[in-house]
């Protein structure tokens, strides 16, 4: 019951809701084609789909902070991170999830569709229904780029930082034993950060000014960032436990 553990199930069960979200229909329209999906439902996919992302990036940056201060105040470990203190982490990096994305939500359902109701994707991003809306969406594609990806922006800043507190503390450390088995307590976060960001980024980059990549591209990336990491996660992390 170490606060580790704690923040590792947190990310499992972030996980579980970011594929149990995306993944069932995924594999209906791969096996059977192509299927509809009420427009309540397409909203709610999209919510948990963006709230599930934005929390997981909210609790990588909690298990950088864990391993800062477990790193360079282990002394004091214990004491900064009672369960009292995980609870309140664990509410507060949900609210602000729960608050960046629920504005996509109602800036979705004001819109007008009234061309094709085709979803060029295996579940429903918010660009991506925007797009199809007869209304102007330039609000929907600058708070759909800007908020959450300045969000994650300073998730990645802190965490950047985090690292560079820790290795400014292991490289003082006397031996080079001390060093090599303090950074091991740190490869799998760091695995597991570059699994999640680098895809996430490229895809939502690609996304956003890719406009000569071919859709087919765009789909299948987009499929994968949602695959992976909750596939690889549990492995990383069961290897090193």
């Given at each position: 019951?170490?606060?580790m553990?704690?923040?590792?199930?947190m990310?499992?069960?972030?996980?579980?809701?970011?594929?149990?979200?995306?993944?069932?229909?995924?594999?209906?329209?791969?096996?059977?084609?192509?299927?509809?999906?009420?427009?309540?439902?397409?909203?709610?996919?999209?919510?948990?789909?963006?709230?599930?992302?934005?929390?997981?990036?909210?609790?990588?940056?909690?298990?950088?902070?864990?391993?800062?201060?477990?790193?360079?105040?282990?002394?004091?470990?214990?004491?900064?991170?009672?369960?009292?203190?995980?609870?309140k982490?664990?509410?507060?990096?949900?609210?602000?999830?729960?608050?960046?994305?629920?504005?996509?939500?109602?800036?979705?359902?004001?819109?007008?569709?009234?061309?094709?109701?085709?979803?060029?994707?295996?579940?429903?991003?918010?660009?991506?229904?925007?797009?199809?809306?007869?209304?102007?969406?330039?609000?929907?594609?600058?708070?759909?780029?800007?908020?959450?990806?300045?969000?994650?922006?300073?998730?990645?800043i802190?965490?950047?930082?985090?690292?560079?507190?820790?290795?400014?503390?292991?490289?003082?450390?006397?031996?080079?034993?001390?060093?090599?088995?303090?950074?091991?307590?740190?490869?799998?976060?760091?695995?597991?950060?570059?699994?999640?960001?680098?895809?996430?980024?490229?895809?939502?980059?690609?996304?956003?000014?890719?406009?000569?990549?071919?859709?087919?591209?765009?789909?299948m990336?987009?499929?994968?960032?949602?695959?992976?990491?909750?596939?690889?996660?549990?492995?990383?992390?069961?290897?090193?436990?």
């Amino acid at each position: 019951h170490q606060p580790m553990y704690y923040f590792l199930s947190m990310l499992a069960i972030t996980d579980l809701i970011l594929s149990t979200t995306c993944i069932p229909k995924t594999l209906t329209i791969f096996w059977l084609g192509p299927q509809k999906i009420s427009f309540p439902g397409c909203l709610t996919q999209l919510f948990f789909l963006h709230y599930s992302f934005v929390l997981d990036s909210a609790i990588l940056l909690t298990m950088a902070f864990d391993r800062y201060v477990a790193i360079c105040s282990p002394l004091r470990y214990t004491t900064i991170l009672t369960s009292r203190t995980i609870v309140k982490i664990a509410v507060g990096i949900s609210f602000r999830s729960f608050c960046v994305f629920v504005p996509c939500v109602f800036l979705v359902n004001r819109l007008l569709f009234c061309r094709t109701h085709i979803i060029p994707h295996t579940y429903c991003e918010h660009i991506g229904v925007a797009r199809l809306a007869c209304d102007d969406i330039s609000i929907n594609i600058w708070y759909g780029f800007c908020v959450p990806i300045m969000t994650v922006i300073i998730d990645v800043i802190l965490i950047a930082v985090s690292y560079t507190l820790i290795l400014c503390a292991v490289f003082r450390l006397p031996s080079r034993e001390a060093r090599k088995k303090t950074l091991g307590t740190c490869g799998s976060h760091v695995c597991v950060i570059l699994m999640f960001y680098i895809p996430a980024f490229f895809s939502i980059l690609a996304h956003r000014f890719g406009h000569n990549v071919p859709q087919t591209f765009h789909i299948m990336f987009a499929n994968l960032y949602v695959i992976i990491p909750p596939a690889l996660n549990p492995i990383i992390y069961r290897m090193k436990t």
